[in-house]
């Protein structure tokens, strides 16, 4: 049997495709990691890594091997953190990933109750998009991730966390609703790529990417910038409804005249099914279920899906 630094050069060296990163982040010489690789391989009994590419490229043995040593990492981290609990040396850590258009509204609302209530725990809470949550979640990196769904994995809990209504926002149009067919002769702002808000845009406005922008454009990273930009530049844009606009900017919001249902989003805690910290994250949940519950709505919603673009 391979040994556990050997499973976690493995592991590593798989993140990294390359020996010298790899080797920094193990704090060991190049020959060093690669002669361990090697036994690592000569025990097993079949190459892990295909040293003819570069970077280097997994083998098919390696790609089924990867998920298994994460596996025994992760339970090997939880044997050492239950010694150092047990001894008094450290607080759980719970390790949270959040999609920005989330995280600009959740974080403000809830950050505070969350240090009052668990400060039994060390949180480490990280703004990632969509795909990075979820392969930060294969890697073992994360305990809970709060993303848009709807998303389906065999080897996550999905707990639907509240439906919001995804609003336009659009301070040109006098009046308090807006039309579709207007929506669509209006210049919109976009979200950059990666973000699961515009894409679920892109498909409900019905956007060609390519001819979104125009003759001029620009894709923010957060939604202060996109609401600016809309209101020097004219246009819309699309924002949750959770998100705290300032008082002068809620006549922006518009809603749409001529649709049976508004567009909304379902937002969802994604969690390994075998965690140790439940306890914890499922107190979280509760409290984030608890908070956004009230905030319902008598309008008929239409829960739009992503595919990242």
């Known amino acids: 049997m391979i040994s556990i630094q050997q499973m976690n050069y493995i592991v590593v060296l798989s993140e990294e495709r390359l020996f010298q990163r790899a080797s920094e982040r193990c704090f060991v010489t190049q020959p060093t990691l690669s002669m361990q690789i090697k036994k690592a391989e000569e025990t097993l009994g079949y190459p892990i890594f295909d040293r003819d590419t570069n ?26 953190l239950l010694s150092d609990q047990l001894k008094g040396k450290v607080k759980e850590e719970v390790r949270i ?47 809970m991730a709060i993303i ?25 149009v006098i009046g308090d609703k807006i039309t579709f067919e207007n929506i669509q002769q209006l210049h919109p702002w976009l979200l950059n790529q990666g973000n699961c808000l515009r ?60 649709l049976e249902a508004a567009p909304a989003r379902e937002i969802l805690a994604l969690i390994p099914n075998r965690s140790m910290k439940m306890q914890h994250l499922e107190a979280m949940i509760r409290q984030i279920q608890h908070f956004y519950g009230h905030k319902k709505t008598n309008k008929n919603l239409l829960v739009l899906d992503w595919d990242v673009a």
Request: glycine share 6%.
């Open 55 to 80: 970077p280097l490229q997994l083998t098919p043995s390696g790609e089924k091997l990867i998920p298994i040593l994460r596996e025994i990492l992760a339970e090997t981290d939880k044997i050492k």
């Open 199 to 258: 894409t679920q845009m892109l498909h409900f406005c019905q956007l060609n990417v390519e001819q979104a922008g125009g003759d001029w454009d620009y894709e923010g990273g957060n939604l202060p910038l996109l609401i600016e930009m809309v209101e020097k530049n004219g246009g819309y844009t699309l924002i949750p409804s959770n998100y705290k606009l300032q008082e002068c900017q809620q006549s922006g919001i518009k809603a749409i005249a001529d």
């Open 148 to 172: 848009a769904g709807p998303h389906y994995d065999s080897r996550l809990r999905s707990i639907p966390l509240f439906l919001e209504e995804i609003q336009v926002y659009c301070p040109e």
């Open 97 to 143: 990933g959040i999609i920005p258009t989330i995280a600009a509204y959740l974080l403000p609302d809830l950050f505070s109750s969350w240090i009052s209530d668990f400060g039994n725990i060390k949180l480490k809470i990280q703004e990632l998009k969509t795909t990075s949550c979820l392969e930060a979640l294969e890697r073992k990196e994360l305990d």
